[in-house]
């Protein structure tokens, strides 16, 4: 009796594991800035849900403004849209080269700019809507999210990567000179032992061969 309980709780334990673990994390990031000209760029947007288990309507929407100012009007134009569990593009500048780029649980709402321009830099609007659904009423969560977006020709230099390549050639420089040092040890070593054993079989030859066949007997009384 006391063995099958002991099972049945490891059982449970196992279960709640593989339960806990498939849960899906939510990780809420920021979005890149810098884009390079021509390249595709995702614009990140994460909108983690604090209870998973409810079911909730979501609609996303995507805006751009060339520039954001709090004191100048905004100027601002709809360019992407999820609505109804269907992702779409809204006519306008960045008609086609928009694409949905989120998570199957609306956790990640991002969306990804196809073939960047010069004139994609400016401040990008995420907006979220979630309505719950509950038996007796429906509370809602909206939220926004800027991503300020700067277009460059060329992509620029990280430092901390620029770091880690210089340190990989200085170690690959030390393990060329370590390795061409332990060779230069190896071969004089090596030379040494051969010109002991040349000296060696060198003296021996010297040796008269009448002291070879004959060698000398102790003087007995």
């Not at 006391?2 to 334990?13: C, D, E, G, K």
């Not at 210089?166 to 690959?172: A, E, F, G, N, T």
């Not at 332990?182 to 060696?200: A, F, G, L, P």
């Amino acid at each position: 009796m006391v063995t099958q309980t002991r099972v049945h709780l490891q059982t449970l334990v196992i279960l709640i594991f593989h339960v806990h673990l498939s849960q899906p994390v939510c990780v809420d990031v920021p979005s890149a800035t810098e884009a390079v000209l021509g390249k595709s760029m995702k614009l990140t947007c994460i909108s983690c849900l604090k209870r998973e288990e409810i079911k909730a309507k979501t609609r996303v929407d995507w805006y751009y403004m060339p520039n954001k100012e709090n004191d100048m009007p905004i100027d601002r134009t709809h360019i992407y849209k999820y609505d109804d569990e269907v992702p779409q593009e809204v006519d306008g500048p960045f008609k086609g080269r928009l694409r949905w780029d989120g998570s199957q649980d609306l956790q990640d709402v991002s969306i990804q700019i196809k073939n960047v321009t010069l004139n994609d830099s400016g401040v990008y609007e995420c907006h979220v809507y979630r309505e719950f659904e509950f038996d007796f009423y429906t509370p809602s969560v909206f939220l926004i999210k800027d991503i300020k977006l700067k277009v460059k020709e060329r992509a620029t230099q990280d430092p901390t990567a620029l770091y880690s390549e210089i340190m990989m050639y200085v170690l690959l420089v030390f393990l060329t000179l370590w390795l061409l040092v332990e060779m230069v040890y190896c071969y004089r070593k090596i030379s040494r032992s051969d010109e002991q054993v040349q000296d060696t079989a060198t003296n021996y030859l010297a040796i008269p061969s009448v002291q070879k066949a004959n060698p000398a007997v102790p003087v007995t009384e």
